[in-house]
C-alpha cells in the first residue's frame, strides 16, 4: 500500500539549513508529482513546492530563494532542503503526493515536528 | 495569490446531525478545489476534490458544493469518526493555498 514518512532532525538552530526525507513505497516516484507542505502557527497550512515525476521542480515564491527539493529515485526518497532558518519555520513539516501538477494531493505522509531554537 | 476562507472556524455538534463548511476563494478557481480531513497521529485524508468527487473510499455521508469561488463541504449524520479538522484547498494556480481550517468538535 501507499505510505510517505518524513524524518528530519526535531531541533535546528537559527540560521541552519533544514533537511527532511521523506520516504515513500507503494509507488515509484517517477510515476508521481511530490509535494512538500508545511503547517505553521502563524501561517497555518502553506505549499512549499514540488519535484515533478520528471524530475525537475517548481517552488512557492514565499520559499523559492531558500528551498531545494531533490530526489533519489533509486532509495524511493525525496528530499527537502532549507536554509536561513528562523523561528517562524517552526511547524510540522509533511510530504505528500499528487498525480501531476494541477491535481490534489491524494495521499500524505504524517509529518515531521520540527522546531527552530537556540 | 489566491486567498482561501473558511468558516466557521469551530463548529459544535452532535452525532446524527449535519453539518455544513464553507470555503470561499478570493478569485475563480474553477471548480479545482479539495477537502481534506486531519486527525491526530494520522496522515490526512483527501475527502473530495474536483469541489464535489468523493475520493475513493470516502464515505458518501460527505458531499461537496460548489464551483468559482464558493464551496461547501456537508456532513450528513455524524459519526464520531468524523470529528476532526477540515481544510480546503485550491490547486487551481500556483502557489496552492489552502483554508485556515474547521475544527468539527463534539457538542
Known amino acids: 500500500q501507499v505510505q510517505l514518512k518524513e524524518t528530519g532532525p526535531g531541533l535546528v538552530q537559527p540560521t541552519q539549513t533544514l533537511s527532511i526525507t521523506c520516504t515513500v513505497s507503494g509507488f515509484s516516484l517517477t510515476s508521481y508529482y511530490m509535494q512538500w507542505v508545511r503547517q505553521t502557527p502563524g501561517k497555518g497550512l502553506e505549499w512549499m513546492g514540488f519535484?515533478?515525476?520528471?524530475?525537475?521542480?517548481e517552488y512557492n515564491s514565499e520559499f523559492k530563494s531558500r528551498l531545494s527539493i531533490s530526489r533519489d529515485t533509486s532509495k524511493n526518497q525525496v528530499f527537502l532542503k532549507m536554509n536561513s532558518l528562523k523561528t517562524e519555520d517552526t511547524g510540522v513539516y509533511y510530504c505528500?503526493?499528487?498525480?501531476?501538477?494541477?491535481?490534489?494531493?491524494?495521499?500524505w505522509g504524517q509529518g515531521v515536528m520540527v522546531t527552530v531554537s537556540s | 495569490d489566491v486567498q482561501m476562507t473558511q468558516s466557521p472556524s469551530y463548529l459544535a455538534a452532535s452525532p446524527g446531525e449535519s453539518v455544513s463548511i464553507s470555503c470561499k476563494a478570493s478569485k475563480s478557481i474553477s471548480n479545482n478545489l479539495a477537502w481534506y480531513q486531519e486527525k491526530p497521529g494520522k496522515a490526512n485524508k483527501l475527502l473530495i476534490h474536483s469541489g464535489s468527487t468523493l475520493q475513493s473510499g470516502t464515505p458518501s455521508r460527505f458531499s461537496g458544493s460548489g464551483s468559482g469561488t464558493d464551496f461547501t463541504l456537508t456532513i450528513r449524520s455524524l459519526e464520531f469518526e468524523d470529528f476532526a479538522v477540515y481544510y480546503c484547498q485550491q490547486y487551481n494556480e500556483y502557489p496552492w493555498t489552502f483554508g485556515g481550517g474547521t475544527k468539527l468538535e463534539l457538542k
Open positions: 519535484i515533478r515525476s520528471g524530475g525537475s521542480t
Open positions: 505528500a503526493r499528487s498525480d501531476y501538477g494541477y491535481n490534489p494531493f491524494d495521499y
